[in-house]
């Protein structure tokens, strides 16, 4: 069974997707929306835990990669190609479950989405007005990826520090970060169409600027606005 474009873009009316590059400011921003505008928030890995009580190593492969991994030396030390590759399957996979879940949950009520749906996808389910782009140059998503107390990029670090060789590993780390954050792929989103917005520094803080840019991209009307 295929579901045509036009029946998604339809169902998925209600949905507003922010994708974009690592510590651009994606997850920050979709909260402060979704609290401005009285929206859902679908958060980075939202329906994760249930999604993968659905998928299957015969269709989902790279979903249930994790769920056979037995040695976390080996996910740390993949080449960056194969890294990108799994990173790839991953939001292909990933697709089928979220236009799933959105449809079931954005029936009647707006829902913004921090999102890695690739671009093609997101083209043929939604419109220039339903999605933003968010970049941060390489260095800031790469040197700061562990920076935040997310408990994953926290277990991650924890791995790398236990490995023979920490050095190497997180070299080897840094090195699939930099492919996933490389420069043909920051250029593949800003020559997508979207709208997009480029995170220049981390001192600055423009985040009620970036705001408000967001809101008058999605149509937000202020009469929607939540006072805080």
């Known amino acids: 069974m295929q ?60 979903l249930t990669y994790m769920r056979l991994l037995t040695d976390w030396q080996q996910f740390l030390n993949r080449t960056p190609d194969e890294y990108s590759a799994w990173i790839d399957g991953n939001s292909r996979e990933l697709a089928d479950f979220e236009v799933a879940e959105l449809i079931s949950i954005s029936a009647e009520r707006k829902v913004i989405v921090d999102t890695n749906i690739p671009l093609e996808i997101l083209r043929e389910i939604s419109d220039y007005n339903r999605v933003a782009i968010m970049l941060a140059p390489q260095s800031i998503s790469i040197d ?55 995170r220049e520094d981390l ?4 985040r009620e600027e970036t705001l408000a840019k967001l809101a008058a991209h999605f149509g937000f009307a202020s009469d929607t606005l ?3």
């Not at 001192?203 to 423009?206: F, G, H, I, P």
């Open 3 to 62: 579901i045509q474009n036009n029946v998604l873009r339809h169902y998925l009316r209600n949905c507003y997707f922010i994708d974009g590059t690592a510590y651009a400011g994606k997850s920050t921003m979709c909260k402060m929306l979704a609290e401005r505008f009285d929206l859902i928030h679908c958060g980075e890995n939202y329906g994760a835990d249930g999604f993968m009580q659905i998928a299957k190593p015969e269709t989902q492969p790279n």
């Open 144 to 198: 700061n990826f562990f920076d935040r107390d997310d408990p994953e990029k926290q277990f991650l670090l924890g791995e790398i520090q236990k490995s023979a060789d920490p050095e190497a590993t997180m070299a080897n780390f840094k090195a699939c970060l930099t492919r996933l954050n490389s420069q043909e792929t920051c250029d593949a989103y800003l020559n997508s169409g979207f709208f997009t917005i480029v």
């Open 203 to 206: 001192e600055t803080d423009r």
């Open 226 to 228: 939540v006072l805080k």
